[in-house]
């Protein structure tokens, strides 16, 4: 028999928002993870709001949504509001139910500074480690560095003389003055002459010879070579010597880390593996000042002589890192295809390297995710 179509919708739900997310939902698991660590939060959240005043929306709902932007890739706040708002799924792992008043998409913009000064993303970030640690999933004693482009959200119209208010190449005559017509072919244009008016921090800059040089910025991560997950980030202007010397304070971080934490008991020394980028003398000069042995691959095109000779290239640890250094790619991959961070919408390095940071600790948590679930299927 043909079924009544019903015009009218019933007046109560009496099914739960929990009941409606299937048990085996992905996010169900990613939901068990995030929800204890902001919970360890805590103190620091109460620490960033005044005891008086009007209530503000919870920091834990803000993350917990931009968490779901990254992973839905989402590509504005204004589309984000607007998925929670109708869609069930969301408001279950944020925590609101099917009643609550969504927030104005503003709220984002307005709260970022807080959390920025707070620096969250980072503590997200060591307490996503932790439950690495926790769970015995880090290596302590072998590390690949690598840094990677980040697109500026700015035109090269922007990149203009510095203290020069108006460029004098647009027409008079142009029929759009709001957006005038800019030739620059044939200019000599430069970071130490030009400034991008939208973004004073992008640098211009192109990845090798023959390729296109762009408005960018450069994000480095130090990965662990067990299951490659992120245990440092940075996020820097793109110069020529960015990467080198990123990694360099990057590691004299991680070793301050491990010292205080008085977990390297052994005479073990650190390893760290890079690509040829990093073959260069001082480099490697540095990390064997700071007993850390690089692994990096050698550079020798264009007759160049390698920093890294024989008596590091003959041992078994050397090939191995080789291998391992290249899944650091899969992070930088995952970050721009899925977390839209191909071209960061944010202005400077200090918003920019909270995004950075925050989508470096959602990336481990889906690696621990899925390595503790195959560990759990597998036993």
Known sequence: MRGIKRQQDALFSYVSLEDRVPSDHP???????????????????????????????PPEYLLKATVLQMLYSIRSERLLVEQIDYNLLFRWFIGLSMDDVIWEHSVFTKNRDRLLSGDIATLLLHQVVSLARKHRLLSDEHFTV???????????????????????????????????????????RKNDTHQSTTDPEAKLYRKGPGKEAKLSFMGHVVVENRNSLIVQTAFTQATGTAERDTGIAMMKNL????????RRKNKHRLT?????????????????KLKVTPHVAQNTSNNRTSAIDARTTRHRGY??????????????GWLKVVALMRKIKLKGTALGGFLFTFGCALYDLLRISNIITHQEATT
Request: charged share 25%; net charge positive; aromatic share 8%.
């Open 27 to 57: 996010l169900r698991r990613i939901k068990s993870l995030v929800d204890p660590l902001l919970q360890d939060m805590t103190k620091t959240f109460d620490a960033m709001y005044a005891k008086t005043g009007r209530a503000s929306i």
């Open 146 to 188: 690598d840094g990677t482009l980040v697109e500026a959200w700015a035109s090269q119209k922007s990149f203009q003389p510095k203290n020069i208010q108006h460029t004098e190449h647009s027409s008079a005559s142009d029929d759009d003055p709001s957006n005038p017509t800019v030739n620059f072919h044939g200019q000599q």
């Open 255 to 262: 070793k301050r880390a491990q010292k205080s934490r008085n």
């Open 272 to 288: 760290l593996a890079a690509d040829k980028n990093y073959d260069t003398q001082s480099f490697v000069a540095a990390l064997r």
């Open 319 to 332: 090939a191995i890192s080789q291998r391992k250094r290249k899944q650091v790619e899969e992070g930088f």
